[in-house]
């Protein structure tokens, strides 16, 4: 049976690259595809205390309904949290979401037309097309490089796209190449933001999770007209089944993005809120956050090694100053998709995700994201030396 559904649906379907990822959950298979944190080092203990503690205090608190932008002590902390990474603001610039992918679902709701422009990296975040993908965007793409978004373009693609409203970008150590956005960049985005009249959406689930350089400013903290929307998330830096992210914008934005919240889901669950705000009254989340850097920071390491050593050397790997991420590049001629069903999975039994998935407009079959920070050290040596294996018997791909 097949109903007649709204336009908006129109490209709002299951991907291909889907089903391929749903058969690297096979245990036998090592999956570098997910962008999971590593399950082991979950606050498990922590978590469970806090469970208990939160639904045995007095009145049920934590078990009623709470005030739709969030709990007013989390939004607090956030707001610290916010201010000591240079991002002066308040609890009342916080808007509490379910994850960072609300935010990303919201903004476009938000501020696209059918037929308006939002600019995104090429490639970009893949969740963030599928949540964009309801308000029938177009989309204009702008290139990265090893300093992120190539921002000197961006004046030649705003002027040939008068439609433009939203330009999505992940600034810090970005999905899916790993690359930041340098300095210069950020300020001249800030600046055509401005000259341009464009909201820009700022997401940043893995700014924290950096292993070497220096820290950037945040777009919003740059933000000279209050046309940033930050999105923040404690998905990588806590648990991502906590669902708890938020966005911080000016208040106009940020008063229209709640009344969305009010009509999705009410508010984000009140007991998984309470959890992160006694997480962080409890506990020192930089020095959590301190323990996955670095035991995220050698896995890199290990990944980076081994891909030396075991793949034929005209393959190339980003080495990320930090996040969850290396960006693969093959020659021109592989098809990193058919690679992927043909032979990783069957063969070698290691999943991975295929680039192509991951660019708007004209895919490019010779990349692959690798997921750094799920798996053990042991099952990266293994996966990679067994890709490498069957890399070198099929280059030819
Ligand atoms: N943005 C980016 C760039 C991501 O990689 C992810 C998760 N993989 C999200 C947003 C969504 O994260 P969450 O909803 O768990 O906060």
């Not at 503690?53 to 709470?66: F, T």
């Not at 009254?281 to 670095?294: N, V």
């Not at 290691?350 to 010779?366: D, E, H, Q």
């Amino acid at each position: 049976m097949t109903f007649r559904y709204a336009q908006r649906m129109a490209k709002v379907r299951p991907s291909a690259i889907g089903e391929l990822l749903a058969l690297g959950a096979d245990p036998s298979i090592i999956s570098f595809g997910g962008g999971y944190p590593d399950a082991t080092l979950f606050p498990q203990e922590q978590l469970d205390t806090i469970f208990h503690d939160i639904i045995r205090a007095p009145g049920g608190a934590a078990m009623q309904y709470a005030p739709s932008n969030g709990l007013p002590h989390l939004r607090e902390q956030i707001a610290q949290l916010m201010s000591a990474d240079g991002t002066l603001c308040t609890g009342d610039d916080v808007l509490v979401l379910q994850g960072s992918q609300q935010g990303l679902d919201f903004a476009a709701r938000m501020l696209i037309d059918p037929g308006d422009v939002i600019i995104t990296e090429d490639p970009t975040f893949l969740g963030a097309l599928i949540a964009f993908e309801p308000s029938q965007p177009k989309y204009a793409v702008v290139p990265v490089d090893s300093e992120g978004m190539q921002t000197e373009r961006l004046e030649a693609i705003l002027s040939a796209n008068p439609r433009a409203r939203l330009i999505y970008t992940v600034p810090d150590f970005q999905n899916p190449t790993g690359v930041t956005l340098s300095l210069v960049r950020r300020k001249q985005l800030i600046e055509l933001a401005n000259r341009y009249d464009l909201i820009v959406l700022e997401d940043t689930p893995y700014r924290h999770i950096r292993f070497s350089g220096q820290n950037l400013p945040t777009l919003k903290s740059l933000d000279t007209e209050g046309r940033v929307i930050h999105l923040g998330s404690f998905s990588k830096v806590l648990v991502p089944g906590l669902r708890i992210g938020w966005a911080i914008a000016s208040p106009d934005l940020l008063a229209r993005m709640g009344l969305l919240k009010v009509a999705a889901d009410t508010q984000t669950s009140t007991l998984n809120m309470a959890a992160a705000s006694l997480f962080l009254d409890r506990y020192d989340l930089s020095a959590h956050i301190a323990t996955l850097r670095t035991a995220y920071a050698t896995k890199k390491e290990v990944m980076l090694d081994a891909i030396r050593q075991h793949f034929p050397q005209e393959i190339s790997a980003t080495d990320p100053e930090g996040g969850l991420f290396t960006w693969l590049t093959f020659p021109e001629s592989f098809d990193a998709t058919a690679f992927m069903r043909e032979v990783a999975l069957p063969q070698a039994r290691v999943a991975y995700v295929p680039g192509a998935t991951f660019f708007p407009l004209t895919p490019r079959a010779n990349h692959a994201r690798f997921n750094f920070s799920a798996q053990s050290e042991a099952n990266i040596q293994t996966g990679i030396a067994a890709l490498g294996l069957a890399l070198h018997a099929n280059l030819s791909f």
